[in-house]
T-cell receptor
Framework: AQRVTQPEKLLSVFKGAPVELKCNYS??????LFWYVQYSRQRLQLLLR??SRESIKGFTADLNKGETSFHLKKPFAQEEDSAMYYC???????????FGQGTTLQVKP | EPEVTQTPSHQVTQMGQEVILRCVPI?????FYWYRQILGQKVEFLVS????????KSEIFDDQFSVERPDGSNFTLKIRSTKLEDSAMYFC???????????FGEGSRLTVL
């Protein structure tokens, strides 16, 4: 079964602390994974995708096929990073995404 | 920058009533989607639409739901006879190709009383 799991509903850190939002997936083929972010009162928007291997707003994520994980990391959290983060898996050539439950990141001053 | 737009932003309806949620995808996009998010739960796929037909649908997308692209720009989701459990945020999304970035609208909040 195709599934994305984000075990933490809420992650609360202080500004400047490192952040790791966990994501594990279950997929039989070659996965394409994404992180989407939703800031307060804004639409869901793409943060990064594993095939780009880029860093956006200081965030990185590495696909680990052995551990079936795609954790999102940032070495020093900022208050403006506070948002809802969704890990997602593209499962078909129709472009459909399967989302995890989402993790709320709260960065305290 | 082009955006996916959705109307209405919030609709309140009585159980059993029909509801139509409207979306205008980005103009050169070819694949269109509806997702929903019940309060406190995850974003769930409902249906994908390509080349004027449904390409994939989830178990949630039963006979009460339908989608249409009536005029080449709007993409609508109709719920024929709403139930209390249809209360959710409904997101429209579009993509240029099956491998590109998915762009979302701001969502339509549906409240069924």
């Amino acid at each position: 079964a195709q599934r994305v799991t984000q075990p933490e509903k809420l992650l609360s850190v202080f500004k400047g602390a490192p952040v790791e939002l966990k994501c594990n997936y279950s997929y039989s083929g070659s996965p394409e994974l994404f992180w989407y972010v939703q800031y307060s009162r804004q639409r869901l928007q793409l943060l990064l995708r594993h095939i780009s291997r880029e860093s956006i707003k200081g965030f990185t994520a590495d696909l680990n096929k052995g551990e079936t994980s795609f954790h999102l990391k940032k070495p020093f959290a900022q208050e403006e990073d506070s948002a809802m983060y969704y890990c997602a898996l593209r499962s078909s050539n129709t472009g459909k995404l399967i989302f995890g439950q989402g993790t709320t990141l709260q960065v305290k001053p | 920058e082009p955006e996916v737009t959705q109307t209405p932003s919030h609709q309140v309806t009585q159980m059993g009533q029909e509801v139509i949620l409207r979306c205008v995808p980005i103009s050169n996009h070819l694949y269109f989607y509806w997702y929903r998010q019940i309060l406190g739960q995850k974003v769930e796929f409902l249906v994908s639409f390509y080349n004027n037909e449904i390409s994939e649908k989830s178990e949630i997308f039963d006979d009460q739901f339908s989608v249409e692209r009536p005029d080449g720009s709007n993409f609508t989701l109709k719920i024929r006879s709403t139930k209390l459990e249809d209360s959710a945020m409904y997101f429209c999304a579009s993509i240029r190709t099956g491998t590109g970035e998915l762009f979302f609208g701001e969502g339509s909040r549906l409240t069924v009383l």
